[in-house]
């Protein structure tokens, strides 16, 4: 399930992703008792459903049935994912099928026998990165992880440019670790894939060298023996002040 013109064929045995508040297109099919896919199923009737309303909202994609069945799309649903993130299921149900009067006041007719598949859906968010910017001082002991939120927990993690620095990631954790080699700026992006339509985040980590210190002392004098809190502030390259971490 993807949004057009991006598709995947799918089917119920493992969680599928969107995000919320998207719109998609979801094609059904019957296979007869050799495995076989019907070539045409109009005539049965079939009852695509949600589980959660809030979640999802599911229609036909023309104004009718019979309209839908004109134009050979009597098998495709839209399905509008709603703001709200969790698990939902899409339900499709046939246990019935259609007189052969026409497709104007449809009267189904209950079948021996009840064809069920569902499948669950996953509704997130855009994956992000955390921070979306920042500066750390050039060391070789120094690191520097970005945290990974929302997505379907599949991604792919690149840097653009590995002469600069080193990255640590392993499949299907949440965080990626910076290791620098180099002063320069970097951009690190996350791609999500499992879900086509997601959009890549960024993240901008520069590295840099201590450029000046400040000393912030609340007085200028001291009396003999005694001691008082000094305050240091390093600045990057570009003049900022880093972090305290």
């Known amino acids: 399930m993807s949004s057009l013109p991006l598709h995947r064929v799918i089917n119920q045995e493992k969680h599928h992703f969107v995000l919320g508040n998207s719109e998609h297109y979801l094609r059904y099919l019957l296979f007869d008792t050799q495995s076989q896919v019907f070539f045409n199923h109009s005539s049965l009737a079939t009852e ?6 809030k979640m999802a909202r599911i229609s036909l994609v023309n104004a009718s049935y019979a309209e839908a069945v ?9 399905v509008r994912f709603l703001e709200q993130t969790g698990t939902v299921y899409i339900k499709a149900n046939s246990k019935a099928y259609y007189t052969r009067g026409g497709y104007v006041d449809l009267e189904p007719h209950l079948l021996p026998y009840q064809v ?7 509704v997130v968010n855009n994956v992000d990165t955390q921070p979306k910017y920042k500066a750390i001082y050039l060391n070789k002991d120094t690191r520097y992880t970005f ?29 990626v670790t910076i290791l620098p080699k180099r002063e320069g700026p970097i951009s690190i992006k996350v791609e999500d894939l499992e879900i086509p339509d997601s959009q890549a985040s960024i993240s901008e980590l520069l ?26 502030t390093a600045f990057d390259t570009y003049g900022h002040m880093f972090d305290d971490d």
């Open 116 to 122: 069920e598949s569902q499948m669950r859906i996953e």
């Open 48 to 53: 695509v459903s949600t589980s959660d309303p």
């Open 70 to 78: 004109v134009y050979n799309r009597y098998d495709v649903r839209r």
């Open 207 to 232: 590295i840099s060298d201590i450029t000046r210190l400040e000393l912030d002392v609340p007085g200028t004098l001291i009396e003999q023996g005694s001691s008082m809190e000094i305050n240091v």
């Open 147 to 175: 945290r990974i939120l929302h997505g379907s927990g599949k991604f792919s993690v690149t840097i653009n440019n590995t002469e600069l620095a080193d990255k640590s990631y392993v499949d299907g954790e949440r965080t």
